[in-house]
């Protein structure tokens, strides 16, 4: 049964990725809170509405995607965010930011063009 379990965490250790991190409200608040200053779970915790089951869980699913570390600071442990990681995010994004610049390019000249035709 416990190498079962392991398997099971493994899998879906495995299948977690950045956007699947990013993909719930939630944690993409908890990344936000995360942004200015590393936390407790209580800390976090107390942000939201949810019990403090439902953010652990939310924690450990940024956790197993890297989007945070854990640091033992006596009995309590504090959230980072790892930038590193979210510039994954950014640089995927980055494709879609070109051809959005580029559709409004195109849509600018049209525009210059409309406004001169009309003089």
């Given amino acids: ?11 879906a250790f495995m299948r977690r990725d950045v956007f699947q991190a990013i993909s719930d409200p939630t944690r993409r608040a908890i990344l936000v809170l995360l942004a200015a200053q590393a936390m407790t779970p209580n800390a976090i915790a107390a942000h939201f509405n949810g019990s403090r089951q439902s953010i652990s869980k939310h924690l450990r699913i940024l956790s197993e995607c890297a989007l945070l570390t854990q640091k033992q600071d006596g009995r309590e442990i504090h959230y980072e965010l790892k930038i590193d990681k979210m510039k994954e995010i950014d640089v995927w994004l ?14 600018d ?3 210059h063009i409309l406004k001169h035709s009309e003089k």
């Fill in 94 to 107: 980055e494709q879609f930011r070109k051809i959005m610049e580029t559709q409004f390019q195109q849509l």
């Fill in 1 to 11: 049964m416990y190498i079962c379990n392991q398997l099971v965490s493994y899998l």
């Fill in 109 to 111: 000249d049209v525009l």
